[in-house]
């Protein structure tokens, strides 16, 4: 298994709402990501977990939650965000937590907050 | 000066032409760098690690210049399935030791029929 799986792939949600979106792999990657990307940008970090431990968190509002049940899955909870937030959510994961081999991504979560 | 500069584009080139993106990073301490390549509406995906000896798949051809601070891509032979947004990524350590992944705007390449 070579992939990093996400659901949900579409999220539509009001701003009141709670939401999670989920990610795993079965590669025996260190790190995992989540990374945000807008429309014709590169995509921005937001946390990294390494060997399931919070090692960056890139000054993400506290509206996102990140969570790391094992070395396998990796969460991100969504709460009373903003239309701005509307983004593709992309989780990635390394083998390496220096991620010197190059990272694996998800195929995103596409959100849309109204 | 941004952490990793790249050309937007875009390249639009013919069926079989060659063509060359490059990358600047200002991080002389940078220690893995990698091209990725990413579909409309899709996930990036690892298309080279990038090795200062030159490595090649085929058709591409990456380049690390330490010295220079720049990391290239050739693309021989140009296909239509080649069409897409070409990143290049720049991984090393922040101020605080932690690991920093960068991202370039990324180049978005166009072959024409």
């Known amino acids: 298994d070579t992939e990093v799986t996400q659901t949900p792939k579409h999220l539509v949600m009001g701003m009141t709402n709670k939401k999670s979106l989920k990610c795993e792999q079965h590669?025996?990657?260190?790190?995992m990501y989540w990374y945000k990307q807008k429309a014709k940008k590169p995509p921005e970090l937001m946390f990294v977990?390494?060997?399931?431990?919070?090692?960056i968190n890139e000054s993400v509002p506290s509206r996102f939650s990140p969570e790391c049940p094992n070395s396998s899955l990796l969460n991100l909870h969504l709460h009373a965000l903003q239309p701005e937030d509307s983004a593709l959510y992309l989780c990635?994961?390394?083998?390496?937590?220096?991620?010197?081999?190059?990272?694996?991504f998800g195929s995103g979560t596409r959100l849309t907050v109204v | 000066r941004k952490e990793v500069e790249q050309d937007p584009g875009p390249f639009n080139v013919p069926e079989g032409a060659t063509v060359a993106f490059n990358c600047t990073y200002s991080?002389?301490?940078?220690?893995?760098f990698f091209w990725y390549r990413q579909d409309c509406r899709k996930e990036p995906k690892l298309l080279m690690s990038?090795?200062?000896s030159g490595n090649e798949d085929g058709r591409f051809t990456a380049q690390l210049n330490r010295a220079s601070q720049y990391i290239s891509l050739l693309i021989r032979d140009s296909k239509l399935s080649d069409s897409a947004t070409y990143l290049c990524?720049?991984?090393?350590?922040?101020?605080?030791?932690?690991?920093?992944?960068?991202f370039g705007i990324g180049t978005k390449l166009q072959v024409i029929p």
């Open positions: 590669m025996g990657h260190r790190a």
């Open positions: 990524v720049v991984n090393g350590r922040n101020s605080g030791g932690y690991q920093k992944v960068t």
């Open positions: 990038v090795y200062s």
């Open positions: 991080n002389s301490a940078s220690q893995s």
């Open positions: 990635a994961s390394s083998q390496l937590s220096t991620g010197d081999y190059g990272y694996t």
């Open positions: 977990y390494s060997y399931e431990k919070l090692s």
